[in-house]
Nanobody, 123 residues
Framework: QVQLVESGGGSVQAGGSLRLSCVAS????????MAWFRQRPGKEREEVAG????????VYEESVRGRFTISRDSSTNTIYLQMDSLTPEDTAVYFC????????????????WGQGTQVTVSS
């Protein structure tokens, strides 16, 4: 049974930083993509960043490019999201997701999800 568990969320003031972690357990060796999504208040869930081992690339949503960094430690089945220069618009529940194929922005393509971690940025 695959499980994804996020941690590291919290409250921070604008301009601050947070580092999210997501640990995967179970049949993780086939995960070519591990990604972060977020759901902001009143909005649909969206991809924030993805670590794609098929394409050996990292993808970022435009609004976080240059501020967020995704990294992956395959030895511990963990991905991280370093979030710097946070703004109130980054306030959201952040979810970790995984799939066997390359990363996709389509939520339904991900069979595995974590429970989410809340990030709140105050002005």
């Amino acid at each position: 049974q695959v499980q994804l568990v996020e941690s590291g969320g919290g409250s921070v003031q604008a301009g601050g930083s947070l580092r999210l972690s997501c640990v995967a357990s179970g049949f993780t060796s086939s995960f070519n993509c591990m990604a972060w999504f977020r759901q902001r208040p009143g909005k649909e869930r969206e991809e924030v960043a993805g670590a794609d081992s098929v394409r050996n690339s990292w993808v970022y949503e435009e609004s976080v490019r240059g501020r967020f960094t995704i990294s992956r430690d395959s030895s511990t089945n963990t991905i991280y999201l370093q979030m710097d220069s946070l703004t109130p618009e980054d306030t959201a529940v952040y979810f970790c997701a995984a799939r066997e194929s390359s990363c996709s922005i389509i939520l339904s393509m991900y069979p595995y999800w974590g429970q989410g971690t809340q990030v709140t940025v105050s002005s």
